[in-house]
């Protein structure tokens, strides 16, 4: 296998859960991979992701005083949530990291197109324009 080849490859070691894509991967490659992925991940039947801010012990005492904000699942819904608010105002929105589009997908499966930007290694979003099918 040449090194060309290999680098060809990689993007095959994406997973639909990883952080962030391959360095080598063209957006051609992307595209197989996100075909991929649509068949693989299940729409859920919410319109969005579940997560509210917490108030309550920091750390199981309240020796350490309370922890009053948001956390870093409540954090990531709100950026799930407003991305798919600005995709469904017919806005285009990024992702940078591969779970990110898995969890779009989830939400948005039919509609959620992308376009992979290798020289940036982010995603360009945007919704078709047919109406969601219930």
């Known amino acids: 296998m040449t090194i060309q080849e290999l680098k060809d490859t990689m993007y095959v070691y994406t997973s639909p859960g990883s952080a962030a894509p391959s360095v080598h991967m063209t957006d051609a490659q992307w595209q197989q991979k996100f075909r991929l992925m649509k068949q693989t991940v299940r729409p859920s039947g919410q319109k969005r992701m579940s997560g509210s801010y917490t108030s309550g012990p920091a750390y199981g005492g309240s020796l350490c005083g309370t922890y009053d ?9 709100m950026y799930i949530n407003d ?52």
Request: proline fraction near 3%; hydrophobic fraction near 35%.
């Open 69 to 77: 904000g948001a956390t870093n699942w409540q954090t990531y819904a």
């Open 83 to 134: 991305t798919l608010s600005q995709l469904r105002a017919q806005e285009t929105a990024y992702a940078w990291f591969t779970y990110q589009i898995r969890d779009l997908l989830s939400y948005e499966h039919d509609r959620l197109c992308s376009r992979y930007c290798p020289q940036d290694r982010m995603w360009v979003l945007w919704l078709e324009d047919r109406p969601r099918q219930s």
